[in-house]
């Protein structure tokens, strides 16, 4: 086994993934026809998360490629590192462009910024409409109160908050759940041996904010796996 993943933690249960796949067939219509998805893609990019950035990397690039046809799907990355260091790209809708930025990413180490995360999706949101934020992070050193006042205005903007949590750290994954609630979004904690699940629960979500519904359930059949359980939730 790799050293990186040795510091990642146990396989995600059967039940974890029934109850994602749940929360995301209660998420709310993603958006209107003839518009393109919105997904604000935000990354803890602290120093523990580290061992897998790369690999969350090429994830990313895959999710695209899953909505190949459906209309096309804006992708924003936003990550915050370091001492208050927090940057999002302009809105980018080919794969190529979002690995490029995001493979010019090192991570920093510093205290997790989820605050700004969901502020900056609440700002977008008002500008045009963002139809769906996936959150990848490990940690939460904030008040949570606060953060879920800020998930609270996003749920009620419309906006699923889809959060996948490497590892099991308690605090954090009691305050990742409260925001994926307020937000009628979901929650999954993942490891490395969870890679090829986490591509296509990632790819389904992606699918959905690009093409809604209907999309998600064409993809289901051709895919099956993951993708077709949360197509037949949906349903």
């Known amino acids: ?42 990354m803890d990019a602290t120093a523990s998360r580290e061992p897998s950035w790369d690999h969350a990397c090429q994830i990313q690039g895959e999710m695209f490629e899953a909505t190949a046809g459906l209309g096309g799907l804006e992708i924003q990355l936003v990550y915050y590192r370091g001492f208050g260091e927090f940057r999002h790209t302009k809105w980018l809708i ?32 008002k500008r045009k409409p963002v139809h769906a934020v996936v959150f990848v992070g490990d940690c939460m050193e904030e008040d949570v109160d606060l ?26 994954a009691r305050a990742f759940r409260q925001i994926a609630r307020l937000t009628k979004g979901a929650y999954l904690s993942f490891d490395a041996a969870s890679a090829r699940q986490l591509r296509e ?35």
């Open 147 to 172: 953060l879920c006042h800020l998930a609270g205005e996003l749920g009620l903007l419309g906006v699923p908050v889809f959060i996948f949590h490497e590892g099991r750290e308690p605090i954090a």
């Open 201 to 235: 629960l990632l790819s389904a979500v992606a699918v959905y904010a690009a093409g809604g519904r209907r999309a998600l359930e064409d993809l289901g059949k051709r895919a099956g796996g993951a993708v077709l359980q949360i197509a037949n939730q949906v349903k």
């Open 94 to 125: 080919d794969s190529r462009s979002l690995v490029r930025q995001m493979t010019g990413v090192f991570c920093l180490g510093g205290h997790t910024q989820i605050r700004k995360v969901l502020r900056h999706a609440i700002a977008e949101t």
């Open 1 to 42: 086994m790799a050293k990186d993943e040795r510091k990642l933690p146990a396989r995600v249960s059967n039940a974890e993934v029934k109850a994602f796949l749940s929360r995301v067939a209660a998420a709310p219509a993603p958006r209107s026809a003839g518009e393109r998805g919105r997904l604000i893609f935000a």
